[in-house]
């Protein structure tokens, strides 16, 4: 082994090279097709008051139907597309999507007042310089009031720049638009953030929902976020409430907003409209 000639060395390397240099072309391609002939797809995934059992707000979700590879899930393709630089597009294609939807839905009166449709942002995305004017044009475009919406981001792309991420938020605050901090308690960074960033929820993660109630340190965990939230004046989202001895837990601990497959899986926009009028 020691005496593998460098040259083969080499040769082994261009090989890996070339292999990664065509996986990336063909993503590349994949992911403008995908974009033009409408290969994705948005789920939505209802946000339910317990209390008064409404919907009060939905999650979008993307979904890629690959041609070979049938249907992709994020956790799949995100991390390739972000690495590839490719996020940024598709994340637009989410925005839009998003909004178009939650247009249609609010012409039609179908939801209640104080709705919010949460967007999913990718660091990339919102790195972009031009993020908070795009966002407004879309918004313009569908003529839907800022209010209606909800962008989800997450602690690693605040830990990134945090002046950049502020001036970004604030600019988009102040048209109206809501924020959540996305999977809290899972991004190992500083709490000091809290209180520079206009910030109206937070969502606990699910891997604490998964184990509140075989777990005391989980608890622990909820209970202290759910305290903080409170003192901090922002709305707390449970994520990934699958039973209902969680949601009573939850309840108990005064958490009263929740998302689950106990309520509803992510689904597609003309189911997620059947749940609006059931
Ligand atoms: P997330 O934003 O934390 O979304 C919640 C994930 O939990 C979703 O997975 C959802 O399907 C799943 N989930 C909901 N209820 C339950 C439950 O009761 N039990 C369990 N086990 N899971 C539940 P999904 O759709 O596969 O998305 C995974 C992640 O991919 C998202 O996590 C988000 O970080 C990212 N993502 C999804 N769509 C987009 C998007 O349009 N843009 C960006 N930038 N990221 C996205
Ligand atoms: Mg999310
Ligand atoms: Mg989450
Ligand atoms: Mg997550």
């Given at each position: 082994k020691a005496k593998d000639s460098g040259r083969n060395k080499v040769i082994v390397f261009e090989d890996k090279m070339a292999d990664a240099a065509n996986r990336l072309r063909q993503l590349k391609a994949d992911c403008k097709q995908a974009l033009a002939e409408e290969q994705f797809f948005l789920v939505f995934q209802p946000q339910i008051?317990?209390?008064?059992?409404?919907?009060?707000g939905a999650e979008a979700l993307i979904r890629w139907r690959h041609p070979e590879r049938g249907v992709i899930s994020p956790g799949e393709f995100i991390p390739l597309l972000e690495e590839a630089g490719l996020m940024t597009k598709v994340g637009q294609w989410v925005l839009k999507k998003s909004i178009e939807t939650t247009a249609d839905w609010h012409n039609q009166n179908l939801v209640h007042d104080g709705f919010k449709i949460s967007i999913n942002v990718s660091p990339q995305q919102f790195r972009q310089s031009g993020f908070a004017d795009e966002v407004q044009s879309i918004i313009h475009d569908y003529s839907?009031?800022?209010?209606l919406i909800n962008l989800e981001i997450t602690e690693s792309m605040i830990i990134d720049d945090i002046a950049h991420t502020a001036s970004s938020m604030n600019d988009l605050r102040n048209i109206g638009i809501n924020f959540s901090i996305d999977d809290?308690?899972?991004?190992?960074?500083?709490?000091?953030?809290l209180k520079q960033l206009p910030l109206d929820v937070i969502k606990v993660d699910q891997s604490f929902i998964r184990d509140l109630l075989n777990d005391q340190n989980s608890i622990a965990i909820v209970h202290t976020i759910l305290t903080m939230a409170k003192q901090l004046k922002l709305t707390t989202i449970a994520e990934g409430v699958e039973t209902n001895e969680q949601l009573l837990e939850l309840k108990k601990m005064g958490c009263h907003v929740y998302q689950g497959?106990?309520?509803?899986p992510p689904v597609e926009a003309e189911r997620f409209q059947q749940l609006l009028t059931d």
């Open positions: 008051n317990s209390e008064t059992k409404q919907i009060i839907l009031e800022a209010q809290f308690g899972t991004g190992y960074s500083n709490l000091n953030y497959y106990l309520y509803s």
